[in-house]
Structures are given as C-alpha cells and as structure tokens.
C-alpha cells in the first residue's frame, strides 16, 4: 500500500497509509543520541494517551496499539479541514459543536493546546454531521482555570487570524455553548488573559 507524507512539520512526519495517518516523530540530530530517544518516547506516549483519553469523551481518531517508541498510528478522518471551508459550511452549527467539545475536554482536564481550524475537521455524511479534533502534540493534563482560559484565547486568536469575516460571530456562538462546569471562572479568567495580550502590543 502506497504511502503518502500529507504534513510535515520540525517535530513529526503525517503520513497517510490508505485508511491510516501515522505521525512519526523526528530525531534531533543536535540531541544526544540516548536524550533524543527519550524525548520522543515521552512526548509519543503522553500524546497517545491523551488521545486515547479525549477520543472516549468526544470526536478524535483513536490510537491504534503499536510498539515503536516514535510512532502513532490513527484512522484517517475523511473530511474537510476546517482552516481551508469554514465559510464555506454552516460555521454557526460548527462553532456550537466546537464550543462543546471544548468544554467537554475541560472538563476532563485536557487541554488542547493547539486549538486552530488547522486542527479540527468537519465530517458531514449521510449518517451524521460531526466535528473531529486532531493533533494533541502540545496537549497535557490540567485543573488551572488559567489553562483552560488560554486554550480558549487560542480559539479565538486562530479565527481572527484566519477566518476575520465570521471571527465575531463564532466566537460568540462557540462562547455560548462553551457548557463547562467552571464557564464562569475560565470565562472570567480569559478577560485577563486577553487583558495581559492587549498590554504586552
């Protein structure tokens, strides 16, 4: 079966493999030997397990069990990236699932880490529409109010950035739905997280 690198960034590899994506995490030549091994071990087993852990509370690709420290492996999410149709799709039902998810994550104490259009895709079949959530690679466990707020500053700097037509109107809906058991504090916290960027420009 032919394979096919799909994205490649400074930490791993995408490869799709027919109905698989492997992420294969590089080697730093600049690392010793041992410590690069290491590294990578770690960082592929927390990511894993988090994806593991999020794909049972909402949409995202379960890992597949493998033994290579470097490696995951996933089935391929056959839909449309949201970074590239936002407009083009019902972004008010998609910002209202997006801000679930969110919320359910939080409530599990997993942050995202990398919350952007890049990293969420929408699939709309004939069974049923649905928002997936990929790529944890900067994701970790967390109770902090502040964590969860920034994840959200996240959201919302990735849509100003790239979708600014329609940024005011998702982030509201996304907002709205954002049901976590702590909205208020992380709500409240967000001010302040957005109130410290405005300062630091």
Not at 88 to 97: G, H, P, R, T, V
Not at 111 to 129: E, F, P, R, Y
Request: charge should be positive.
């Amino acid at each position: 079966m032919k394979s096919q690198i799909i994205a490649q960034g400074a930490e791993a590899k995408i490869i799709r493999k027919g109905n698989l994506i492997i992420k294969d995490r590089i080697s730093k030549g600049y690392r010793h030997p041992e410590l690069d091994k290491k590294i990578i071990k770690t960082r592929t087993k927390k990511e894993k397990n988090l994806l593991e852990k999020a794909s049972k509370i909402i949409n995202a690709p379960t890992p597949e069990q493998t033994y290579e420290i470097n490696i995951i492996k996933m089935p391929f999410i056959n839909g449309r990236k949201l970074s590239e149709s936002l407009e083009k799709l019902d972004y008010k039902k998609i910002s209202k699932e997006i801000g679930k998810s969110i919320a359910k994550l939080h409530d599990n104490d997993i942050i995202h880490g990398d919350l952007t259009t890049s990293n969420m895709i929408w699939v709309d079949d004939q069974k049923k529409s649905r928002l997936y959530l990929i790529d944890f690679g900067l994701g970790f466990t967390s109770k902090r109010i502040e964590d969860k707020a920034v994840d959200l500053h996240l959201i919302k700097q990735a849509l100003e950035a790239k979708h600014f037509s329609i940024h005011k109107e998702c982030e509201k809906i996304i907002i709205e739905n954002y049901n976590s058991k702590d909205k208020e504090k992380v709500l409240e916290q967000l001010k302040k997280v957005e109130e410290r960027g405005r300062y630091k420009h």
